[in-house]
């Protein structure tokens, strides 16, 4: 319909090229990318770590003493494999995301799989990866935004 606006979905920066992946690098997706391109939306790149203050590169963290779940609600800790508490900067750049969301009425986020902020159905845990959303899929999924998990290239989608 002429005059009407295009969908706006969120896709973690790292899926589209942006170098702001904890090491440095990128993940870009040219099937995501092509995917949504075929479907007409526009793009909202995000990555919610720098937005919570935190630099590229930056010591991998994962979370501890509890799931995603538990970081929102204040039982669990985000820690680099260092031990320094990121905890803050990981729910500081959740709550942006949720923020531009919200601002450009973002209704579906394509994020990145196994990240501690972007994770859908896979993160890290004490060093580990296990089952269970980062904390930004958390957030984002109790505020009713669908998330999908995308591995990057040659990456399978995961559940969202």
């Known amino acids: 319909m002429e005059g009407e ?20 690098a990128s993940r870009f997706d040219p099937a995501l990318d092509r995917a ?11 990555c919610p770590e720098e937005a919570g203050g935190l630099p590229t590169p930056r010591p991998p963290a994962s979370l501890s003493d509890g799931d995603a779940a538990g970081v929102l609600d204040g039982s669990a800790q ?15 750049g959740g709550e942006a995301a949720l923020a531009a969301c919200r601002a450009h009425g973002v209704g579906r986020a394509f994020l990145k799989e196994g990240s501690p902020s972007c994770g859908v159905a896979r993160t890290h845990v004490d060093g580990l990866s296990v089952d269970g959303p980062g904390v930004t899929a958390q957030l984002l ?5 669908g998330v999908t998990g995308v591995d990057g290239p040659g990456g399978e989608r995961g559940p969202g």
């Open 78 to 92: 985000v820690v680099t494999d260092g031990g320094a508490d990121v905890t803050a900067a990981f729910l500081a």
């Open 36 to 46: 949504l391109a075929a479907e007409g939306v526009e793009l909202l790149g995000f």
């Open 5 to 24: 606006r295009a969908e706006t979905v969120l896709v973690s920066a790292c899926l589209l090229g942006r170098a702001c992946r904890y090491d440095g």
């Open 141 to 145: 999924a109790r505020a009713g935004i």
